[in-house]
């Protein structure tokens, strides 16, 4: 990049802003579980605020953000066309506006982060912030308030799959944290806040995803051993982890229970109890019908309480199926709500973005291009896992919190591509 470009004036000039920048970033991590209007709001105006000096100064970006932004463009716009088919209704507009479109607006939040990019500065505190904080507020719910799951107020599987994804950034700042000298008491500490605020939680499946995360993370880290040496490592690890989580009551509980809802499954025995396994299941089995009867275009974001209620009427053996907003699986909940053509751009924002951070795990890469890289690995991974007990791209606080570390971690990303003479040609 030529240094006496216009572009590279404005580059300097957004750097200045840089602090105030990532001061707004920690209060949306942060405080995502104690004001969320507030943090929504939060993060709405930035992102508009990015929009708006994008359409100000048009500045250029890496080719590559085109195939980051048109995944979330032709997911957000199959959502809308599953709308229009389906007869435009309140409550699918608020669904469209008040949670796909925090997707949409994540894109002009990437310029700002690649342009106010700065190597000498810790661009990882905002996730340290939220991690912190999530510990704080679990410990808070279990052992003050003698909650039995710690919920921060809202679904204890939304806060424990939320700090698992804020863990999971993290975890790949490592290479930053070691630089400074209290860094490693700081990584260490977020570390271990967010583990402990998603084990508090209750929440099994980010226990399993965090499982997956750490052999990932280990294979990265200790990428100078042999595969065997790393996978030997992992076990060892991943068995204290185990033994020592093991020893918590309220872990052992939950881990009983999901043993006895297996049970019956595993020797084909007769379900005789609608418990939280058998509803998941019952879900699928009204997502599937749902979406079968509408294949193209589904029922529409509005629609999916309205459909699962018939579903539970015409089936009197789930009637408790009654008044579920969601069908605890995101394929099937994006092929019942939007059809084939919801899921086919599902599977390709996940695709897409799991290889576009794949890409940049390479040796060949900056030791700070490759730590992004994994964070943004990583969270693809958590949100896939989760989408098969869950839906994290259709609640509120799971769609922002993809939509802004994502955003985050992309554009830090391409400018230490910037910085170190790697990034793709640029375009208008």
């Known amino acids: 990049m030529n240094k006496s470009s216009p572009q590279s004036e404005l580059l300097t000039r957004i750097k200045t802003v840089e602090p105030l920048l990532n001061a707004v970033a920690i209060f949306i991590m942060a405080t995502m579980f104690l004001f969320w209007d507030a943090s929504r709001a939060v993060y709405v105006l930035f992102s508009l605020a990015a929009l708006g000096f994008i359409i100000k100064y048009r500045p250029r970006m890496p080719t590559d953000h085109r195939f980051y932004s048109w995944p979330i463009i032709i997911f957000v716009v199959a959502t809308c066309l599953s709308l229009l088919f389906n007869g435009i209704s309140d409550s699918g507009i608020n669904r469209v506006v008040s949670r796909y479109s925090l997707l949409l607006i994540a894109i002009p939040l990437v310029y700002v982060f690649y342009f106010s990019f700065n190597n000498k500065r810790n661009i990882w505190i905002k996730f340290v912030a939220g991690c912190l904080v999530m510990g704080g507020i679990a410990l808070y719910d279990i052992f003050v308030l003698g909650e039995v799951r710690a919920g921060g107020g809202y679904n204890p599987a939304q806060f424990g799959f939320t700090a698992l994804a804020m863990t ?8 930053r944290f070691c630089q400074s000298k209290y860094g490693r008491v700081v990584y260490f500490l977020a570390i271990l806040m967010g583990v402990c605020a998603m084990i508090l939680s209750g929440t099994r499946t980010s226990w399993l995803a965090g499982f997956v995360v750490l052999v990932i993370a280990l294979f990265f880290y200790l990428d100078r051993y042999s595969i065997p040496r790393r996978l030997l490592i992992s076990l060892l690890l991943l068995g204290g982890v185990v033994i020592a989580g093991g020893s918590v009551p ?3 509980k939950r881990v009983d229970s999901l043993i006895d809802n297996l049970a019956p499954y595993v020797k084909g025995e007769e379900q005789t109890e609608f418990n939280s396994l058998r509803y998941r299941v019952e879900a699928w089995k009204a997502g599937w019908q749902i979406g079968m009867e509408n294949k193209l275009f589904g029922v ?5 309480k309205g459909a699962i209620d018939d ?11 009654a008044g579920l ?11 019942a709500m939007s059809g084939l053509v919801g899921l086919f751009s599902l599977l390709v924002l996940m695709a897409s973005h799991l290889c576009l951070f794949a890409k940049y795990l390479g040796k060949r890469y900056s030791t700070e ?6 964070a943004g690995f990583l969270l693809l991974v958590v949100y896939v896992i989760k989408s098969i007990p ?3 791209f259709y609640g509120k606080h799971y769609l922002m919190m993809y939509a802004f570390a994502s955003a985050a971690i992309w554009g830090a990303l391409l400018g230490a591509l910037r910085d170190s003479g790697l990034a793709d040609n640029d375009i208008d």
């Open 168 to 175: 999971s950034l993290v975890i790949a700042s490592y290479h």
């Open 250 to 252: 309220s872990v052992q």
């Open 300 to 304: 529409g974001p509005g629609n999916i």
């Open 311 to 321: 579903y539970a009427e015409q089936n009197p053996q789930v009637a408790a199926l």
């Open 325 to 335: 907003n969601h069908i605890h699986n995101q394929f099937l909940q994006t092929f």
């Open 369 to 374: 291009v490759r730590s992004l890289a994994l």
């Open 390 to 392: 869950g839906v994290p």
